[in-house]
């Protein structure tokens, strides 16, 4: 799953960062709230542990400002541990809460309960022919097999097969792989495509990325002879 951490101190947030990246997870570890709410917005996270107490922002405030326009799961992390505090932290949006210190074992088993929520709640996996698009747990599935791609042809793919054979505009897909604060050129994502192109070549899948003139791309699924 792809993580955001939210977290100030530097101890905690290298424990749980090397922890769930040892697990096959990806983090991406902020130190403090000023920039969250655009990472969010990029849509790349399946899941925001939250420490509350961040330098300039306190979490609950945060948590409620995420929560105004994105549904992604939040798991507060946090020393305040009252009653009133995991109200106030559902209150706000939270999904669940973990009082500091915690054992690691305990995050994972929570991270479990939101990834099976969140898969259950939002999406049967996206599919398109014989291809199973998990984004939820970023996966896929060609025929009940998995098929890996880099992060970056996941999300090329995954937004190509979201459009169903229609065509998709640049702009949208650099967005969608690269996020929008990012400043990237029509030839990173040239050079992604063909990267993808090449990838779906490897795998022998019945996918083709068409250039759409003038537009983007699209999707389309090649006919068996
Ligand atoms: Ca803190």
Known sequence: MNVLLVEDDVGIGRFVSRGLMAQ??????????????DLVATDRFGVMLLDLG??????IDLCRSVREDARIPILMLTARGTLQDRLDGFDAGADDYLPKPFAFDELIARLRVVERRQADAIAPPLRVAKLEV?????RMRWDGREVEFTRR???LLACLAAARGDAVARR????AVWGS?????????????????QRLRQLDLPLTVETVRALGFRLTVTEPK
Request: aromatic share 4%; glycine share 6%.
């Open 153 to 155: 042809s996941f999300d």
């Open 134 to 138: 998990d984004a939820v747990r970023r």
């Open 172 to 175: 949208d897909l650099i967005e």
């Open 54 to 59: 961040l330098p300039d922002i306190d979490g």
């Open 24 to 37: 096959g997870h990806q983090v991406a570890w902020e130190r403090s709230g000023e920039r969250v709410r």
């Open 181 to 197: 604060e990012n400043e990237v050129s029509d030839n990173n994502l040239d050079v992604q495509v063909s990267a993808l192109r």
